[in-house]
């Protein structure tokens, strides 16, 4: 075992603060990385004040992780000391069942061991996350970072890439097609470049005006201010797709009755409350409102290569992790363009 330099959340409302965990000596089939940046998504807010329930103190958050291979196992073939790597949501899955023998680790029916604050089968206790200097990771659960890109940009790919890449893909958007995307934050301006980039006429859906010029930046051909029922009404039965990336209570129903008949809406950012469904907003038009969870292992590669391709990365702001707690609450202010990224030699 070896101490690893990490920062972590004592309770629900205690304030992330240095700390010191153990990380396993590498395996036969493990891959040591030394992480250099780490993205910080909302789940690790949410799983960090124990809003989904089930948090296991002390939490270290973080699965956007991007580093370089420090040491690899006598029986690692896909890494060599120095690669670049990169971690996302999951570090192990049973690999036996249906899901996981289709590349869909993220529904493993006996149960995905996620990056942090899941049991941890190989060395006990639970998981700990990105927000650390290192980490050891099965090569079956590392992927390839391509040196094209902007590294610490990259690392919100890990999650906020795949999360909104997976749905893009499952439902085969594509080129001369309708897309919205509801909200412009780290799930929604990704989910702007990569439908753009995949060829789709993107709409986006926001309550701010403000966020008018950037999206437009992004790739949207459009936007829609969701509060005004004249724009909103425009749209009616006309979008292929819509992807919903916002995480705050918000009703789903006004955005049923602008899809076409047998159009799809996917929920991405799971608000934390009870949705309420207008039935017959899904009836008359055979409409669809479906879910999605990141991507398995090999879409998440096929994620990163796809970017790698057409040079997306994250709109990011680096932060110290000092600057963490701060980082949070700015967050649940949608005062971050639009990913913040740690850089973690100010962990060192």
């Known amino acids: 075992m070896k101490t690893t330099a990490a920062f972590a959340a004592h309770s629900a409302t205690s304030p ?28 690790d807010l949410h799983t960090v004040r124990n809003e989904w329930g089930g948090a296991n103190y002390p939490v270290v958050p973080g699965h956007e992780i991007v580093g370089r291979v420090t040491q690899v196992g006598a029986e690692v073939k896909k890494f ?8 996302g949501c999951m570090v192990d899955s049973c690999r036996t069942c249906r899901n996981c023998q289709e590349n869909l680790e993220q529904f ?5 061991t996620f990056t942090y604050n899941g049991p941890d089968k190989k060395s006990g206790g639970f998981t700990c996350g990105g927000y650390s200097t290192s980490i050891v990771v099965d ?10 890109l902007d590294l610490a940009a990259t690392a919100p790919l890990l999650c906020a890439g795949i999360t909104t890449y997976s749905p893009l893909r499952h439902w085969k958007v594509g080129k001369g097609q309708k897309v919205g995307v509801v909200g412009l934050g780290g799930l929604g301006h990704m989910g702007v470049k990569l439908a753009n980039a995949m060829g789709a006429n993107v709409i986006l859906f926001t309550t701010s005006p403000g ?9 949207a051909k459009d936007v829609v201010v969701s509060k005004n029922q004249d724009e909103m009404k425009k749209h009616e039965n006309s979008f292929d797709f819509i ?24 929920l991405v950012g799971a608000p934390p409350d009870l949705l309420s469904i207008a039935a017959f907003d899904l009836i008359f038009q055979r409409h669809q409102l479906a879910g999605s969870l990141i991507g398995g292992i090999r879409e998440t590669q096929e994620m990163l290569d796809f970017c790698a391709e057409h040079g997306i990365v994250s709109d990011i ?3 110290p ?9 700015r967050m649940l202010k949608s005062d971050v363009k639009y990913r913040f990224v740690i850089d973690m030699k100010s962990l060192k």
């Open 139 to 148: 090569e079956a659960f590392v992927l390839h970072i391509s040196d094209k």
């Open 80 to 87: 060599k000391e120095g690669d670049l790597a990169g971690v």
């Open 211 to 219: 966020k008018t010029k950037d999206a437009l930046r992004l790739g």
């Open 16 to 43: 992330l603060v240095s700390y010191s965990i153990d990380r396993r000596d590498p395996g036969p089939l493990d891959v040591q990385i030394e992480i250099l940046f780490c993205g910080v998504c909302h789940s």
């Open 317 to 319: 702001e680096m932060i």
């Open 108 to 112: 493993c029916e006996n149960g995905a």
């Open 321 to 329: 992790i000092q600057k963490i707690n701060e980082a949070y609450e």
């Open 243 to 266: 992807l919903d990336t916002v995480s705050a209570k918000h009703d789903v129903n006004a955005y049923l009755p602008l899809l076409k008949r047998d159009g799809t809406m996917t």
